[in-house]
């Protein structure tokens, strides 16, 4: 393997190195690096926000991307919206995980209402709910509706629901 030199502090380090071992800089035998992934934000703002981020992968010191805007996606988000594996969406979430006022992911924990494997919201709805209403194969409640426990006040709440829905 050839021997080249860090281009932060000058240390012989391997050609093929994916960090110096002298002081952490990623793949350290490359003159310039700029990080991986992609990131882009409209030059419109809003209080100082983007009206889009879109980030992900990792930057020049090797932390990642977080995308951050009123409409944020990516790996990692937090804004009003969000498309994320992982986000925090003041309004609306969409994700593996996602945390804020309403939500549907894997798991969604939201103020108001989650649709997700596991939910917890005022309304929940998934295989393992938790709220005030819930439908789902299992969880808990105030108002349940599942595979064991039809309570009549989940019943017609969901019903009234689906039908304001159009389903």
């Not at 409209?42 to 932390?63: E, F, K, M, N, Y």
């Not at 919206?81 to 309403?102: N, R």
């Amino acid at each position: 393997m050839p021997l080249d030199q860090c281009r932060e502090c000058a240390n012989v380090v391997g050609g093929e190195a994916r960090r110096c071992l002298h002081c952490g800089a990623p793949y350290p035998a490359r003159p310039v690096w700029k990080g991986w992934g992609y990131e882009w934000k409209t030059q419109t703002s809003l209080a100082g926000w983007p009206l889009v981020h879109i980030a992900i992968g990792r930057d020049a010191r090797g932390r990642l991307r977080v995308a951050r805007g009123i409409v944020a996606i990516g790996r990692f988000g937090i804004g009003l919206v969000t498309i994320a594996q992982f986000g925090i969406g003041a309004l609306f979430g969409l994700g593996q995980v996602t945390v804020g006022l309403t939500g549907i992911g894997q798991v969604a924990a939201c103020v108001y209402f989650a649709v997700g494997q596991l939910a917890a919201a005022g309304i929940a709805i998934g295989q393992l709910v938790i709220g005030r209403y819930g439908l789902g194969q299992a969880g808990y409640a105030q108002y349940l509706w599942s595979v064991e426990v039809k309570d009549p006040a989940a019943v017609e709440f969901f019903t009234n629901l689906a039908g304001f829905l159009g389903f």
